[in-house]
């Protein structure tokens, strides 16, 4: 009995081992941040995506980017899946056209083949800006769709409310 718990223990052991060993062993690439220039496009331009790499050295890096309305809650069924190249050793780039004028913001996803299979960047999301009629740019993040000093409007007719209920109880 007391041979038998020595093989089980063992067993166990080497099973923990192995795995912590193939685990620190085949890690894959680590991803690095997903950089866009410019950093905030308008929608139909030209983005050049780039993206750093370490660890595995892959084969083939690709980048899918997907345009998406928030508007209407729709992304585009055409996604961009484009080849990224290196440029230096571990930093890859891509140039990608935008396609919907619409669009209001991007999600791009960076994946890699290595030996060990493919593995894939989280998910970057990439707000656009609004090109005016005037030919300039504005920051799509700072403008959200609704009118500026609404929130403003809100607050003044809840405190004018306040204020009539309140003097109408008092001068009762």
């Known amino acids: 009995m007391k041979n038998l718990r020595k093989i089980v223990f063992l067993i166990i052991t080497i099973n923990i081992l192995g795995s912590i060993i193939e685990t620190a062993v085949a890690t894959g690439p680590t991803f690095g ?9 308008i929608a139909l331009s030209t983005v050049s995506l780039s993206l750093s790499l370490s660890g595995d ?5 690709y980048i899918i980017v997907q345009e998406c309305n928030g508007g209407t809650g729709i992304c585009y069924p055409d996604k961009l899946n ?3 190249s290196e440029t230096t050793t571990n930093h890859y780039e891509s140039i990608v056209t ?10 791009c996803t960076a994946y890699a083949k290595t030996a060990s299979g493919w593995d894939h960047s989280t998910e970057k999301k990439v707000i656009l800006s609004e090109n005016t009629s005037d030919g300039n740019q504005t920051d799509g993040e700072n403008n959200n769709g609704k009118s ?4 403003v409007i809100v607050l003044v007719a809840g405190i004018g409310i306040s ?3 309140l003097g109408r109880k008092r001068f009762r």
Do not use: N
């Open 57 to 61: 050295t892959p084969s083939k890096v």
């Open 82 to 84: 484009v080849t990224m």
């Open 98 to 107: 935008l396609k919907h004028a619409d669009a209001t913001y991007i999600t």
């Open 163 to 165: 204020v009539i209920l």
């Open 33 to 41: 941040e997903i950089t866009l220039s410019p950093p905030a496009p």
């Open 148 to 151: 500026p000093g609404f929130e």
